[in-house]
T-cell receptor, first 116, second 115 residues
Framework: DARVTQTPRHKVTEMGQEVTMRCQPILGHNTVFWYRQTMMQGLELLAYFRNRAPLDDSGMPKDRFSAEMPDATLATLKIQPSEPRDSAVYFC??????????????FGDGTRLSIL | SQQGEEDPQALSIQEGENATMNCSYKTSINNLQWYRQNSGRGLVHLILIRSNEREKHSGRLRVTLDTSKKSSSLLITASRAADTASYFCATDKPPPGAGSYQLTFGKGTKLSVIP
């Protein structure tokens, strides 16, 4: 089965450090999403891309977060500088929007980030 | 605010019993989806029901949608220990033209099925 792959699975670093999370979406999917999951807030959408173009990043703190898709096989989410409140599980998901209809999203297993 | 809100927050049942989870939402939707999340893993899509559908089945899963009440329910029949997971509903808004395919997730129902 095709899967969304996220790396690293776990990351522990000190505040102030740069963190880069990577995602390989499912081949052929044209939409990529970044989510953050915490106990308090649940699952929050940070940014999403269609055909590699950013469509919405309103959920993302722009001063420290950035999301890019350098090519169709790679999406990145960067935090610089990182802060303890960024500790969460970050999920990437990909999907196919076809014929004007939304399709299910396929999630990776996430990056569990701890900022000390 | 969260578009989808699941109820109950936690549910504990014996193996073989049925589990029912509910989801309420606030604004009109295009479709509603249910996802499952095992501990330490990503979400897995279970079923999608469109706003013009009232009921949908997939194996032991039955989903209903009542757009007049802005609510949906997920029923798992003859539950198994392997069904232990968190279950989330997610809604997307009607696409305005080109379409907005963002999903808004609730905080989930944590289901425990005791063997």
């Amino acid at each position: 089965d095709a899967r969304v792959t996220q790396t690293p699975r776990h990351k522990v670093t000190e505040m102030g450090q740069e963190v880069t999370m990577r995602c390989q979406p499912i081949l052929g999917h044209n939409t990529v999403f970044w989510y953050r999951q915490t106990m308090m807030q649940g699952l929050e959408l940070l940014a999403y891309f269609r055909n590699r173009a950013p469509l919405d990043d309103s959920g993302m703190p722009k001063d420290r977060f950035s999301a890019e898709m350098p090519d169709a096989t790679l999406a990145t989410l960067k935090i610089q500088p990182s802060e303890p409140r960024d500790s969460a599980v970050y999920f990437c998901a990909s999907g196919l929007v076809q014929g004007g209809r939304n399709q299910p999203q396929h999630f990776g297993d996430g990056t569990r980030l701890s900022i000390l | 605010s969260q578009q989808g809100e699941e109820d109950p927050q936690a549910l504990s049942i014996q193996e073989g019993e049925n589990a029912t989870m509910n989801c309420s939402y606030k604004t009109s939707i295009n479709n509603l989806q249910w996802y499952r999340q095992n501990s330490g893993r990503g979400l897995v899509h279970l079923i999608l029901i469109r706003s013009n559908e009232r009921e949908k089945h997939s194996g032991r899963l039955r989903v209903t949608l009542d757009t007049s009440k802005k609510s949906s329910s997920l029923l798992i029949t003859a539950s198994r220990a392997a069904d232990t997971a968190s279950y989330f509903c997610a809604t997307d808004k009607p696409p305005p033209g080109a379409g907005s395919y963002q999903l808004t997730f609730g905080k989930g129902t944590k289901l425990s099925v005791i063997p």
